[in-house]
Structure formats: C-alpha cells, structure tokens
C-alpha cells in the first residue's frame, strides 16, 4: 500500500522561505510523476509544482521564480523549496504521485501540510 509522508509546514512572513518535504513507501513501481498541489477552502486543488521520473518539470504560473522542486528516485522523495512567500500561497499543499500499475495509471496523495504565510 503506497503511502506518502509530508513535512515542513508551517507559518511563515511575507517574505520568508518554507521547504516542503515527502517521502513515498510501500510502491513496487517507480513514480511517473511526483509533485505537490494546493488547495484553500474557496478553491479547488491545483498543481504548484510537479517532476516526471526523466526530470522533466511543471511550474504553476505563481510557482515559477520563487519555487524550486527536486527529487530522489532512489529514496522516493519529492520536495519544494518555496521562497519570496507570500499572502496567496496560504494553503493546504499535498504530496501528489503518480504510476502505472497494469497499464492503468494510479494516483496517490498525501494528508496535506499546512503554510500559512502571516505577517
């Protein structure tokens, strides 16, 4: 059963930096994908940022320039350096990974990590 294991929220200034950290476990396959999205109780999850297992990359247009993912395929760790923060990146981010498995492709989610970015 592949679970997913985050770390690093918190409150933060304007201003200030946070790093986001997961690990996955129990996975037989390699991850196609490993990423993390945001959510806030007025809007629906959207990615941040996202890594293919070749490093390919996806920046949301509010990610690029202040966040910087990276990940270990060895360990099975995904995480996201977020600087320059700011007010609107307060939100529930979650782990995000994704395998195929059969052929069909699984999807898998960690518990969310609060930031809450306050001055």
């Known amino acids: 059963q592949v679970q997913l294991a985050e770390s690093g929220g918190g409150l933060v200034q304007p201003g200030g930096s946070l790093r986001l950290s997961c690990t996955a476990s129990g996975s037989t396959f390699a991850f196609v994908w490993m990423g993390w999205y945001r959510q806030t109780p007025e809007k629906e999850r959207k990615l941040v940022a996202r890594?293919?297992?070749?490093?390919?990359?996806q920046y949301s247009d509010s990610a690029k320039g202040r966040f910087t993912i990276s990940r270990d395929n060895r360990k099975n760790t995904v995480s996201l350096q977020m600087d320059s923060l700011k007010f609107e990146d307060t939100a529930a981010y979650y782990c995000?990974?994704?395998?195929?498995?059969?052929?069909?492709?699984?999807?898998?989610w960690g518990q969310g990590t609060q930031v809450t970015v306050s001055s």
């Open positions: 890594m293919s297992l070749s490093d390919q990359i």
């Open positions: 995000h990974a994704g395998q195929y498995n059969g052929g069909h492709y699984d999807e898998y």
